[in-house]
């Protein structure tokens, strides 16, 4: 007979060991690459959220810095915290971004999105002078696209003919919903999650899909990262580069 007490016990375990790897990484991503006096750019998710946190802290401790965040849920934890933010056109570049990513392969090319805030975690992106991403290693593959569905920001007007426009690349479209309406980005728009077998050629996909009338932007970050720092279940944390 099974014991609903014993498997509920060994989730509740799973799930604090898979925050601890989190956790880890993201801390010694901003103790590594956070500096007194920076511009540090602020990701979004589960992962980006501890880093947020750490940033908080060096605040506390007298740090100086000016942040910018990749989406109004990150700008709220941060003003809780006591950073401050700043526009990114008040700022002539970022020095360090520190955010996660849903898949790196070995090239640190990455797909990115499933927080729902890919299109300003690229722009930010590309205003830094280095990017630094933070995964646990349940995130690495050997291909994009095996594990989890390529994220594609549209336009809401005619998305419909915009998701038959991403099928003809090879995947099934899907419309993110949320509390059975679409879920709508901070710009105002859609997201299609496009689920791929798995992405053989990502250069090539992403200027297919940023031709499609209707696409804002897509989840492929390639050749974005300067740095991905990986956590392991024993504890360690290791850097691709």
Same mark, same amino acid.
């Given at each position: 007979?099974?014991?609903?007490?014993?498997?509920?016990?060994?989730?509740?375990?799973?799930?604090?060991?898979?925050?601890?790897?989190?956790?880890?990484? !993201? $801390?010694?991503?901003?103790? #590594?690459?956070? +500096?007194?006096?920076?511009?540090? %750019?602020?990701? @979004?998710?589960?992962?980006? &959220?501890?880093?947020?946190?750490?940033?908080?802290?060096?605040?506390?401790?007298?740090?100086?810095?000016?942040?910018?965040?990749?989406?109004?849920?990150?700008?709220?934890?941060?003003?809780?915290?006591?950073?401050?933010?700043?526009?990114?056109?008040?700022?002539?570049?970022?020095?360090?971004?520190?955010?996660?990513?849903?898949?790196?392969?070995?090239?640190?090319?990455?797909?990115?999105?499933?927080?729902?805030?890919?299109?300003?975690?690229?722009?930010?992106?590309?205003?830094?002078? !280095? $990017?630094?991403?933070?995964? #646990?290693?349940? +995130?690495?593959?050997?291909?994009? %696209?095996?594990? @989890?569905?390529?994220?594609? &920001?549209?336009?809401?007007?005619?998305?419909?003919?915009?998701?038959?426009?991403?099928?003809?690349?090879?995947?099934?479209?899907?419309?993110?919903?949320?509390?059975?309406?679409?879920?709508?980005?901070?710009?105002?728009?859609?997201?299609?999650?496009?689920?791929?077998?798995?992405?053989?050629?990502?250069?090539?996909?992403?200027?297919?899909?940023?031709?499609?009338?209707?696409?804002?932007?897509?989840?492929?970050?390639?050749?974005?990262?300067?740095?991905?720092?990986?956590?392991?279940?024993?504890?360690?944390?290791?850097?691709?580069?």
């Amino acid at each position: 007979m099974i014991n609903n007490h014993v498997i509920a016990d060994k989730v509740m375990k799973e799930m604090a060991s898979e925050l601890n790897l989190k956790k880890v990484v !993201a $801390e010694k991503a901003v103790d #590594d690459y956070v +500096k007194d006096g920076m511009t540090v %750019g602020l990701g @979004t998710g589960s992962t980006s &959220e501890y880093a947020v946190r750490r940033v908080g802290e060096l605040v506390k401790n007298g740090f100086r810095l000016k942040c910018v965040a990749t989406s109004e849920r990150t700008a709220d934890l941060a003003q809780r915290l006591g950073i401050e933010l700043c526009d990114l056109n008040d700022v002539d570049h970022i020095d360090v971004t520190i955010d996660g990513a849903d898949e790196v392969d070995p090239a640190k090319q990455l797909i990115k999105g499933l927080g729902g805030a890919l299109l300003r975690e690229k722009i930010v992106a590309a205003a830094s002078l !280095a $990017e630094v991403i933070i995964v #646990d290693s349940s +995130k690495l593959v050997e291909k994009l %696209g095996v594990k @989890t569905p390529l994220p594609v &920001e549209v336009v809401p007007y005619g998305y419909k003919k915009t998701a038959y426009a991403l099928e003809s690349q090879g995947c099934k479209a899907k419309l993110r919903m949320s509390g059975g309406i679409p879920f709508v980005t901070d710009a105002g728009n859609y997201i299609y999650d496009c689920k791929f077998e798995s992405i053989e050629s990502p250069f090539f996909l992403e200027s297919r899909i940023d031709v499609i009338p209707g696409v804002v932007e897509n989840g492929l970050f390639l050749n974005t990262a300067d740095a991905v720092l990986v956590s392991h279940p024993d504890g360690t944390v290791t850097k691709i580069v």
